[in-house]
Each structure stands twice: as C-alpha cells, then as structure tokens.
Nanobody, 127 residues
Framework: QVQLVESGGGVVQTGGSLRLSCAAS????????VAWFRQAPGKDREFVSAVNQYGIGSVKNYADSVKGRFAVSRDNIRNTVSLQMNSLGPEDTAVYYC??????????????????WGQGAQVTVSP
C-alpha cells in the first residue's frame, strides 16, 4: 500500500514562492507515476504537473497555467516528489494534492487515473 503525505503549504504574497513536497511510503517514487492536482473553493480539481516513472524516461508535464512558473522534481534518496512554485498569484490559491499510481492507464492529467492520494496541502496567495 502506498501512502502519500504532502508538506510545505502556507500563505505567501503575490509574486512569492513555495515548495511542496510529497513523501511516499510503501513504494519507491522511481516506480510511481506522480502528479499534482489542485482544487480551489467552488471549482473542480485540476491538473497541475506530473512526472512519470523513471524507467519510462522521467517525462514532466505541466498545465498551461503553471508552465514556466512551477517545476516538479523527484528526490530518489528522500523518496519524495516536490513542486517548486514561483511567481505565485491569487489564482494559484487552492488545496494541492499529490497523487500516484504504479501503472498509469490513460492520460497523466486525469485525476481518476491515480489510485493513491495525499491529504492535501493548503496554498494561499494574498494579493
């Protein structure tokens, strides 16, 4: 069983940065497809970023809304996947979720394709 625990959320001013981490247990992150999703109040959960299993080439994907501002990375020693978020704006305010699957069957930006989820981390960007 894979367990995911997010950390690093908080409150930041517009233009600031935050780094979220997703610590995995039960399986190495090298063998997981891992994604970040977010959900703002009153909105649907949306895809943010994803990195696939190491053995398939470590492809990284980003939503258009975060390209050039966010960067996903994997720390194989700490068994974590992190999301560095720069140039944050109020539109980035949401609960951010880490998600993973041992075998991605479908598109990387579809929440239903991930079976393991963290508890979420609140990110609030003040104007």
């Amino acid at each position: 069983q894979v367990q995911l625990v997010e950390s690093g959320g908080g409150v930041v001013q517009t233009g600031g940065s935050l780094r979220l981490s997703c610590a995995a247990s039960g399986r190495t992150v090298l063998s997981l497809d891992v994604a970040w999703f977010r959900q703002a109040p009153g909105k649907d959960r949306e895809f943010v970023s994803a990195v696939n299993q190491y053995g398939i080439g470590s492809v990284k994907n980003y939503a258009d809304s975060v390209k050039g501002r966010f960067a996903v990375s994997r720390d194989n020693i700490r068994n974590t996947v992190s999301l560095q978020m720069n140039s944050l704006g109020p539109e980035d305010t949401a609960v951010y979720y880490c998600a993973a699957t041992a075998r991605l069957r479908g598109e990387h930006d579809v929440a239903g394709n991930y079976g393991y989820w963290g508890q979420g981390a609140q990110v609030t960007v003040s104007p």
